[in-house]
C-alpha cells in the first residue's frame, strides 16, 4: 500500500524526511511550549497512522523550543469550557495518536529537553525510547490543577515508573529530572548536551533494522504485554514465525554464517 506524507499538509507538526529514511518530527507550536490541542493531536494521528505505509523507517520526536511539551492545551481547555462527553471524545482522539506511536511498528525516539509534562509525558511516554539531557524534568502537574490524567498516563507512566511513583507524582507535584529520571525508568538514555544527536543516532541506528523485524518489535512487544503468559508466548511464536522466516533475514543469516557479520560485543 503506496501512501504519501506531505510536509506542507502538517501545521502543528513540522516534517523533516532525511535521505536515510529517518522522519523528524517536531512539535512546533513553541509559543505555546508545544501544548497539546486538537488539532495537534489530529495531526499526529495523521502522521502515525501512515508513517510506515509511507515508508518511514524511524522517527525523531522533538519540541520547538527549549521544551518538550506542556501537556493539554490549558487555555484552549478552558476557552472551550466543554461537556463531559466532548472532553471523553477529545481524550480518545489522544489514544487514537498514541496508539498509532506506540503500536505503529515504527520506531519512535523522543528527544527530551525542558518540560516532560502532564499531556507531554503521555506523548513522551507513548514513545519507544526516551532520551534527555540536564536541561529535562518530568511531571504531572494534573493534580495540582484540578485535573486527571486523560492522554494514558495511567497505563504508560504506571507501566514505566510503577503504581506507587505515579501516584506520588500526582498527589505531590513530584518533579523527576537528572540521573534519578533514568533511575526510575523515565528515559533510557541521558546526554550531556545534543540530545537531539543522540536522539538521531539512535534514529538511525534502529533504520538500519529491516522493516519487519522493526515492526515486531515496535507493535507486538507492547500488543504481548495486553495478553496472559499463554496467549502472548503464542502469539510471539506467530510473529516469529512470520519474521524469522522473512526473506530479507536469509542475507543476514548467511553473513553471520561466512563470518561477515559484526559478532557482539560489549561496548562502553
Ligand atoms: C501554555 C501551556 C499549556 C505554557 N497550555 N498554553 N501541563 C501543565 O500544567 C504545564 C503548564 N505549563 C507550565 O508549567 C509552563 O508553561 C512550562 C514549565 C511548560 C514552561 O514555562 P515557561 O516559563 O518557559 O513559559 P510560560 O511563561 O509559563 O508560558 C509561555 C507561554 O506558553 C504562555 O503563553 P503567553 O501567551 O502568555 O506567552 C503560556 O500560557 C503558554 N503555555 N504551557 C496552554 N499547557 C488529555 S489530558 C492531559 C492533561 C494535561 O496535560 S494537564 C496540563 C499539564
Request: charge should be negative; hydrophobic fraction near 45%.
Amino acid at each position: 500500500m503506496a501512501v504519501t506524507l506531505d510536509p506542507a499538509q502538517f501545521e502543528n507538526l513540522l516534517l523533516e524526511p532525511r535521505d536515510d529514511g529517518v522522519w523528524v518530527v517536531t512539535v512546533n507550536r513553541p509559543h505555546k511550549r508545544n501544548a497539546l490541542d486538537p488539532a495537534t493531536i489530529e495531526e499526529l494521528v495523521e502522521f502515525f497512522s501512515k508513517a510506515r505505509f509511507a515508508g518511514v523507517k524511524s522517527v525523531v520526536l522533538a519540541g520547538a523550543g527549549d521544551h518538550f511539551c506542556a501537556g493539554l492545551d490549558l487555555i484552549e481547555h478552558h476557552d472551550a469550557d466543554r461537556a463531559p462527553e466532548d472532553f471523553m471524545h477529545v481524550c480518545l482522539r489522544w489514544h487514537e495518536a498514541f496508539n498509532k506511536m506506540e503500536y505503529g511498528g515504527v520506531p519512535v525516539i523522543a528527544a527530551l529537553q525542558g518540560a516532560v509534562v502532564g499531556g507531554g509525558l503521555e506523548l513522551a511516554s507513548s514513545a519507544h525510547v526516551r532520551v534527555m539531557d540536564d536541561s529535562t524534568y518530568f511531571a504531572l502537574p494534573e493534580g495540582q490543577r484540578g485535573l486527571f490524567t486523560g492522554g494514558g498516563a495511567t497505563i504508560r507512566v504506571a507501566d514505566l515508573v510503577g503504581k506507587a511513583r505515579m501516584i506520588d507524582m500526582m498527589l505531590m507535584g513530584r518533579v523527576y529530572h537528572g540521573q534519578e529520571a533514568v533511575d526510575v525508568g523515565l528515559a533510557q538514555y541521558k546526554v550531556d548536551n545534543d540530545v537531539f544527536g543522540k536522539a538521531l543516532a539512535l534514529a538511525q541506528r534502529a533504520a538500519e533494522n529491516l522493516p519487519l523485524t522493526n515492526f515486531a518489535i515496535c507493535s507486538a512487544i507492547s500488543h504481548m504485554q495486553n495478553m496472559s503468559a499463554l496467549d502472548a508466548a503464542y502469539a510471539e511464536a506467530v510473529v516469529a514465525g512470520v519474521v524469522n522466516t522473512q526473506a530479507p533475514a536469509r542475507e543476514r543469516l548467511a553473513a553471520f554464517a561466512d563470518k561477515s557479520a559484526a559478532r557482539v560485543r560489549k561496548t562502553d
